[in-house]
């Protein structure tokens, strides 16, 4: 294992797991997707794709419930770790869609970080129909996120918010957040 700092917060990160090689900029990011989703506790919140818990940790104040979603047995054992001494954080093993599909509750609020395919048709219904008020959706790929854009639309979300971060420099590739809101 090795350890970064974002912010405030240590993660303890195995070699195996997903975490953002560009920490100031993944600092920067997580500050974004906090600010967006302006959470005023109470709510309940699910952080999908979580990897290490990285936002869980950062959205964490005490009194969010939060609850993240990985299906890497290695980077849900680290999120454990990571978001340990937090109460009101709950990380589960397992893929995003069965996961959301067995869940019976809804959510106020949503945080996805998917991999490079994005969220897709079948995840972005099943956000949507649990009824967040927002969501933040942090990708690495434009074409995808262009998707998923249009899927959140069609299912009555609105584009209120997109942020381009350049984590990677003097590269093509390029971070967005962006804020999804159903009013």
Known sequence: CFSEKIGEHFFNISPSSFFQVNTQGAGVMASLVKQALALQGEETVLDLFAGVGLFSLVLSDGSVRITAVESDPVSAGDARRNTRCMSGISVVTGEVRSVLAS??????????????????????????AMNPKRI??????????????????????????????????????????????RD
Do not use: M, W
Request: charged share 25%; proline share 7%.
């Open 136 to 181: 933040a959706v942090v990708s690495c790929d434009p074409a995808t996120l262009a998707r998923d854009t249009r899927l959140f639309i069609q299912e009555g979300f609105r584009l209120s918010f997109v942020q381009p971060l350049d984590l990677f420099p003097q590269t093509y590739h390029i971070e967005t957040v962006s804020l999804f809101r």
């Open 103 to 128: 869940r019976k509750n809804g959510a106020d609020a949503v945080v996805a970080d998917p991999p490079r395919k994005g969220c897709g048709r079948e995840i972005v219904r099943i956000i949507s």
